[in-house]
């Protein structure tokens, strides 16, 4: 017994290599995640039936099933329909596609609350749909939204530790190769909760930093007397 | 040389599927209870502000919510026995495990839950000379418990899809089974869509019990309110 | 030239527009007065292609709203400020105004701020110009919606009710504006319930209520030779 971090430690370079992967995959998957969510999102709110009901299915599925199955229904169901997975990619795309059902419903109640007589306005001058999404609604939907979608992206980062299971060497699955060989099981996954924890700070740290950037001018603020 | 190998379905795969299911509901039921009631208790002690207890609840609440449930398994699981004279099986450890990570989550929806309990009832309960033993268990616990059901409910419903993980670790639970019966008859399109619909089923039909639970508390609420 | 046919509009059973037929000249301004509820606002926004009309016609410089290719060019041609302005909360004042004439009439950026800007002038705004909607007041949002819809450069333009949703001391500075574009010539349309003010710059008076156009005529003979009694008496009510 007795905890020692000597023989962890030396294999740091290791668990460095593995966080740099998860750090890979978190942000591949949230981009797709983010980006398929606000597709998912406008369907589910479309004016074509078939579109709202691939949303709805699609989110419900999602949505109601744990992530590992997801996981294992990919990788092991392409292959068997002749497309070879590679356990990387399918990662990224298993987690995109996870996060992206809750990022729609997410998404889609901001686009809910963005104020109907702003889209008339907008359509009224012409613009095309896609347009008035681009310009008008996503927007000022994704301030209101921006808040939760960041706790999202911090659970998407903890859902990559999943994708070890497919043995990618993320940082999970690097800490375990490096317990198997130290036999120090307890002081590795120590420091890489602590290392994960310092990962989710970080996410939620430039989460806020895009909302300053990007939304806080446009909530209410006092007015600033003599400056234009 | 031919190995035999089943590679259907059998009507004994279906008693092996429910025994899954019930070490499923198990180590989610019990974890759940345990977790709550941990969580609670955390939870009221960090609210009454008591110096050092108050602090360390805190940064308990921030790991474990902070970092991937499967690092946690680890950790108890191959990292328990080697620090401390505790060697858990693979059930305990996931209860152990996800006893205290859904106690992370419950603290945090409980101290939301105490906290919009408006401040000018602490006050008025002192005027009356209420003590704050007194105004916790007949002011504002009873509110706080009301607000605090909704999240539960959700953690409870997701918290089922990550017991999934716990199959990682070598429980027989509903994923596990899934696993062994895809590693046997090769079938992932079959089987993974069978594991994945029980979650489905559970999963609606929680969510079907906490939408009308939701409504009750809120019908008793606007009672409330109607009669003031 | 807009020309209104037999124009009816149902939501579900409720009629809201009744037999609908009037004509608005070029370099008119032609006010629509007339108790809540008579359809008035529903009535600008079927010319702006904002809804769709159940039945008749309504032709603007000779395209019709029920050709659905036309819809675009239509609402080009007529441009609507609102009661509630719709101003973009995400982007300043100029870049309000710049929108849409940079996207659909697909103007170079320097244009379209070239644009905004001189609008901006106009309507006595020219400090204000990197000011978001939250930081103004609501005349001067309205005078950003103003803007917004003149930087179309419209034949048309459509104003629903502009001064109803600001604080009393502050409409003077929006109808003044308007009234500076009246004696500019710009055909106007303007739903409003400022009577004194559309007896001052109307050429034409439309009177509607529940859904039917009661009389369309000149303002002096709307004014001054009003035969009705209950118009008469709705004149007197809103003077105060």
Redesign the interface.
């Known amino acids: 017994m007795g905890i020692n971090f000597n023989s962890v430690l030396a294999r740091s370079d290791y668990l460095l290599a593995g966080l740099q992967l998860t750090i890979f995959i978190a942000i591949g998957a949230i981009l797709l995640s983010f980006v398929v969510g606000i597709l998912i999102a406008i369907c589910r709110i479309s004016r074509i039936r078939a579109l709202r009901i691939f949303a709805t299915v699609y989110i419900d599925l999602f949505r109601n099933t744990p992530f590992l199955i997801q996981l294992y229904f990919i990788y092991f169901g392409l292959p068997d329909i002749g497309i070879p997975t590679e356990p990387i990619s399918t990662g990224i795309i298993a987690l995109g596609l996870s996060g992206a059902a809750g990022n729609a419903e997410i998404i889609r109640s901001g686009i809910e609350t963005v104020n109907k007589g702003i889209v008339d306005a907008t359509r009224s001058f012409a613009l095309s749909t896609v347009q008035i999404y681009r310009f008008a609604i996503l927007p000022i939907a994704l301030r209101i939204a921006w808040r939760p979608l960041g706790n999202a992206f911090v659970n998407l980062v903890l859902t990559t530790s999943i994708v070890s299971t497919i043995t990618v060497n993320d940082l999970t699955g690097n800490a375990s190769n490096i317990s198997a060989e130290t036999f120090k099981p307890f002081e590795v996954f120590l420091i890489v909760l602590l290392i994960y924890c310092a990962v989710t700070f970080a996410v939620s740290a430039i989460v806020n930093v895009i909302y300053a950037l990007f939304f806080a001018r446009t909530t209410e603020r006092p007015l600033i007397r003599g400056q234009a | 040389m031919k190995i035999y190998q089943n590679t259907e379905l059998t009507l004994a795969d279906v008693f092996l599927i429910l025994r899954g299911l019930q070490w499923t509901m198990f180590v989610w039921s019990t974890s759940m209870a345990g977790g709550i009631v941990l969580g609670f208790v955390l939870a009221l002690l960090r609210h009454a502000r008591i110096p050092v207890v108050a602090q360390l609840v805190t940064v308990f609440v921030e790991i474990f919510r902070n970092s991937p449930l499967l690092v946690q398994l680890f950790l108890v699981f191959y990292g328990l026995p080697l620090v401390s004279p505790f060697s858990p099986g693979p059930a305990e450890a996931a209860i152990f495990t996800m006893t205290i990570n859904t106690a992370a989550f419950t603290v945090v929806n409980m101290v939301a839950a105490l906290d919009a309990v408006p401040r000018g009832q602490w006050q008025a309960s002192n005027s009356f000379g209420l003590s704050y033993m007194q105004t916790m268990r007949y002011v504002v616990l009873p509110q706080a418990i009301r607000t605090a059901i909704p999240p539960t409910m959700n953690l409870a419903i997701s918290q089922l899809q990550t017991s999934s993980l716990i199959s990682i670790i070598g429980v027989a639970d509903l994923t596990r089974v899934g696993i062994q019966l895809y590693v046997r008859t090769l079938k992932p399109f079959l089987v993974w869509p069978i594991i994945g619909l029980i979650y489905f089923v559970i999963a609606k039909i929680l969510s079907i019990l906490a939408a009308r639970i939701e409504r009750r508390i809120r019908a008793k609420v606007t009672w409330f309110e109607d009669a003031a | 030239m807009i020309t209104l046919t037999d124009v009816t509009k149902h939501y579900g059973q409720l009629e809201v527009l009744k037999d609908i037929s009037m004509r608005f000249n070029d370099g008119e301004v032609t006010a629509i007065l007339g108790p809540s509820g008579a359809g008035k606002s529903t009535l600008i926004r079927c010319i702006?292609?904002?809804e769709t009309i159940t039945s008749g016609d309504i032709v603007v410089d000779g395209q019709s709203v029920r050709d659905k290719k036309a819809?675009?060019?239509i609402?080009?041609q007529t441009?609507?400020v609102?009661q509630?302005f719709?101003?973009?909360?995400?982007?300043n004042a100029l870049q309000n105004i710049m929108?849409?004439p940079r996207?659909?009439l697909k103007l170079s950026k320097a244009e379209a701020e070239a644009r905004a800007v001189e609008l901006m002038n106009m309507v006595g705004l020219n400090?204000?110009?990197?000011?978001?909607p939250?930081?103004l007041s609501g005349g001067e949002q309205q005078r950003v919606g103003i803007c917004?819809a003149l930087a179309?450069r419209p034949r048309h333009l459509l104003l629903d009710e502009v001064t109803s949703a600001i604080d009393p001391e502050m409409t003077s500075e929006v109808l003044r504006v308007i009234e500076e574009l009246a004696s500019k010539g710009t055909t106007m349309i303007l739903v409003t319930h400022e009577i004194d003010f559309a007896r001052r710059i109307a050429d034409r008076i439309a009177f509607m209520e529940r859904g039917l156009l009661v009389t369309f005529e000149d303002a002096d003979g709307f004014f001054n030779h009003q035969s009705d009694e209950r118009i008469q008496r709705f004149i007197q009510k809103m003077k105060h």
Not at chain 3, 86 to 91: C, E, K, W
Not at chain 3, 127 to 132: I, M, W
């Open positions: 702006n292609c904002l819809i675009a060019e609402q080009k441009s609507m609102f509630h719709n101003l973009y909360p995400h982007l929108l849409a996207h659909v400090d204000k110009l990197k000011r978001y939250a930081e917004r179309m």
